[in-house]
């Protein structure tokens, strides 16, 4: 038993020896299966991550320098309601652009330019629907053609002359993409557009009456001369019943009891409306009259108190009318194109 004790003391270093060396030379595996398995562990510790491919570069067009000038020229008489309707289509007006840059008919020239719209019905992907297309009216005249807006009151037909600035619009400079790196005092700009400071998210602080006269306001110019209605003795009859009596009524044609009798006896008229509706032309009457007869007066009055450079200003003012490109991008507006502009400006000298 003290043998066999023995024996197994002996053996221990032996062990031990051949433990470090399996430790130090891999045992009886060759190095080359060393160099195997360790590749095969390093592979099973790292996850070895698919190289994304390189997104493709995104090139955007070049904003052209006078792009977004029909964008800055304030859309007189829009309702705040449909302004997102304005860029619900690409409108473009590169014709204006054009016509501004180098080379083009209004180059060089002092231009005040002011925007609107106008709601026509038109095919939009096969589909007849009502589009708003907003439209530019460039004024060439040396100094402003006026400082004042047109508003219809809510209440009646006929409109109030007051400043711009009681709308909270002027005529401010036109700065072209290029220059607005620049101080607005060293540029010589020769474009004005009418802007507008009346910031959409304060509408909800005003009265209603207030938010509305926005939707009746037309760019004014006092003309020198006569409307081509400014004698007219026909009125617009739009009598309140339900549904109303809308008709044209000529003070100088027309027999107002005639008139009257027609209409009852078309059934339009009910009997016992006749004596409030002939009460209700007269007005209608005394009212277009007073007005065409308060116009003359006016202009004679302007006419009179002008100056000789003012006056030639006004003689001279040409009107330009500017309706977006004919694109792929939009209806077809070709039909629709007019040169009138409004009840002051009257129309326009060219149509663009």
């Known amino acids: 038993m003290g043998r066999t004790m023995a024996s197994k003391k002996r053996k221990a270093p032996a062990a031990v020896a051949r433990e470090e060396e399996a430790s130090t030379s891999g045992g009886s595996k060759s190095p080359e299966e060393l160099q195997k398995e360790s590749n095969k562990g390093a592979a099973r510790g790292k996850r070895v991550k698919a190289s ?3 997104p493709e570069p995104e090139y955007f067009p ?24 304005i860029g619900e289509i690409n409108w473009s007006f590169s014709n204006l652009e054009n016509a501004v840059e180098e080379g083009g008919e209004l180059h060089g020239k002092t231009v005040y330019i002011f925007g609107s719209t106008e709601a026509q019905m038109l095919a939009v992907n096969g589909e007849e629907k ?10 060439v005249s040396p100094i402003p053609p006026s400082d004042k807006i047109g508003v219809k009151s809510v209440q009646r037909e006929k409109e109030d002359i007051i400043p711009m600035k009681a709308m909270k619009m002027a005529w ?22 009418i802007g507008c400071t009346q910031r959409r998210s304060a509408l909800k602080l005003l009265k209603i009456e207030r938010v509305k006269q926005y939707d009746y306001c037309l760019p ?45 006896s078309e059934e339009t008229l009910p009997e016992d409306k006749k004596d409030e509706f002939k009460e209700f032309v007269k007005e209608q009457v005394r009212e277009r009259r007073k007005f065409q007869r308060e116009a003359k007066e006016a202009r004679k009055k302007t006419i009179e108190d002008m100056d000789p450079e003012t006056r030639s200003a006004f003689d001279n003012m040409k009107l330009y009318k500017f309706y977006p490109d004919q694109t ?8 629709v194109k007019v040169s009138y502009i409004n009840r002051y400006y009257g129309k326009a000298h060219f149509l663009r």
Do not use: H
Not at 62 to 85: I, S
Not at 250 to 261: K, S
């Open 52 to 54: 994304k491919p390189k």
């Open 62 to 85: 070049e904003k052209r320098n006078m792009e977004d000038l029909w964008q800055a020229a304030f859309p007189v008489g829009t309702e705040w309601d449909n302004m997102d309707k």
């Open 130 to 139: 009502v589009v708003l297309i907003p439209v530019v009216v460039a004024v």
């Open 172 to 193: 401010v400079p036109y700065i072209p993409l290029e220059d607005r790196q620049s101080q607005v005092d060293r540029l010589k700009t020769q474009i004005f557009t």
């Open 220 to 264: 004014y110019l006092q003309p020198l001369k006569a409307d081509e209605d400014e004698d007219d003795t026909v009125v617009n009859i739009m009598f309140p019943l339900e549904p109303p009596i809308v008709c044209d009524f000529d003070w100088e044609m027309d027999d107002l009891e005639e008139f009257t009798g027609e209409l009852i």
């Open 328 to 335: 792929s991008d939009i209806p077809d507006i070709s039909k």
